[in-house]
């Protein structure tokens, strides 16, 4: 039996589309209203909550604020070899987070969750920037067994998101090892100005745990231990308030362009340009350009076009003429389907037939998302009070 959710989006996938009449979202994403004017939810959500911190930023209000977290980020580090931790993958945003940690004067520890899938780019990326700034970096490397077996789960569960694995045990090793040494921030390369939109149901909560079990407790069988899993719990409380770990979105501070930031590090780092948006991870090029858009009609180029739109990065024109070009390279995709069916041990005629299957929604498994979303809701409300960040 089918469920509503499951079936919306499935059906979301070939119906006629409509497009945002100020972004480029669609309804492909089979949760998304328009207002009379045919403008978005997603729109809507940007001018409630992402323009008043991309105004901060324009008013200088941002500015005065990073230097009082710098302050405070040197203050506590006192007394310790590094004051604060920098999560590193070889893209754009963690390396531009590490530079600005260097400019501020931050005694950064790198540090890089291995998931098995780095590209030789990335290596060399993060070699450079350890060198330019003279960081030490951190490793945390996942037995490849609970890896593979974590991926293959969600190919085989239907859910959109098979990044989960990957996006969930970031956080997990950021504040294992920021506790480890006695750090009380983490600098995260999330922000406002480039990924302000993305639909819930095409990438639901990588930190949920609960739905990451009930994934892995029907499809995986091998048993996870070196897997850093973060619960809920210790992400939302015993992290941050036990603890005293924060995170602090540094790029929602200072004035982010993702072209201007590339040529930065680029100059500064000798960090190199291969191509598109995660082309650090060989898993992340493929799941994005061609399962999303082949399994589910999720075209991810979609939403990080919207959010640059938004932020005034571009026109909609632009993105809309860059969406006319295929998302993926055929040839890229050949040779990306072979490789990842051969590394995660599956045979190629079973990862295209999956690819083939309808997918299922984030709902039909077992979730914490009533949590979530009355998590969000008091932390707005902190906000607005003052009394959260
Ligand atoms: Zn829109």
Not at 168 to 181: E, K, M, Q, Y
Not at 232 to 252: G, V
Not at 260 to 279: M, P, Q, R, V
Request: glycine share 6%; with cysteine; charged share 25%.
């Amino acid at each position: 039996m089918v469920d509503q959710h499951t079936l919306r989006l499935q059906r979301a996938k070939t119906r006629a589309q409509i497009i945002c009449t100020r972004c480029v979202m669609d309804t492909t994403d089979p949760d998304i209203t328009f207002d009379d004017a045919g403008v978005c939810n997603h729109c809507r959500r940007f001018d409630a909550q992402v323009k008043p911190i991309l105004a901060a930023i324009d008013s200088g209000k941002a500015a005065t604020i990073l230097e009082q977290e710098v302050a405070r980020i040197k203050e506590e580090g006192k007394g310790l070899k590094y004051d604060c931790v920098v999560g590193v993958s070889g893209g754009v945003d963690s390396s531009y987070v590490a530079y600005l940690a260097h400019r501020h004067g931050l005694r950064a520890l790198c540090v890089h969750f291995d998931s098995g899938w780095n590209t030789e780019f990335a290596v060399r990326n993060i070699e450079n920037i350890l060198r330019s700034l003279d960081y030490d970096l951190w490793t945390h490397v996942v037995e490849w067994a609970e890896m593979r077996d974590l991926q293959v789960a969600f190919f085989r569960s239907g859910l959109p998101n098979c990044d989960t694995p990957t996006d969930h045990a970031i956080p997990g090793v950021l504040n294992r090892v920021a506790r480890r040494f006695g750090i009380r921030t983490i600098l995260s390369g999330s922000n406002a100005s480039t990924e302000s939109i993305l639909p819930l149901s095409w990438a639901y909560h990588a930190n949920d745990h609960r739905q990451l079990l009930d994934v892995h407790r029907r499809f995986g069988s091998v048993k996870l231990n070196t897997y850093p899993l973060i619960d809920f719990w210790q992400n939302y409380l015993i992290y941050p308030h036990y603890h005293k770990i924060r995170t602090f979105k540094i790029l929602n501070y200072v004035s982010y362009n993702k072209r201007e930031a590339k040529e930065t590090i680029k100059s500064n780092l000798g960090w190199t340009d291969y191509g598109g948006k995660h082309e650090e991870s060989i898993f992340t090029r493929f799941f994005q350009q061609y399962y999303l858009p082949a399994r589910f009609g999720f075209d991810k180029r979609k939403p990080h076009l919207a959010s640059l739109i938004l932020s005034g990065q571009m026109t909609r024109d632009e993105a809309l003429d860059e969406l006319q070009l295929p998302p993926y390279n055929k040839q890229q995709v050949e040779f990306d389907l072979e490789f990842i069916a051969k590394k995660l041990a599956m045979s190629l005629d079973e990862l295209k037939s999956l690819i083939e299957e309808p997918g299922v929604h984030h709902r039909s498994y077992r979730s914490l998302e009533p949590f979530f979303e009355i998590g969000v809701s008091v932390k707005r409300k902190l906000r607005h009070i003052g009394m959260s960040r």
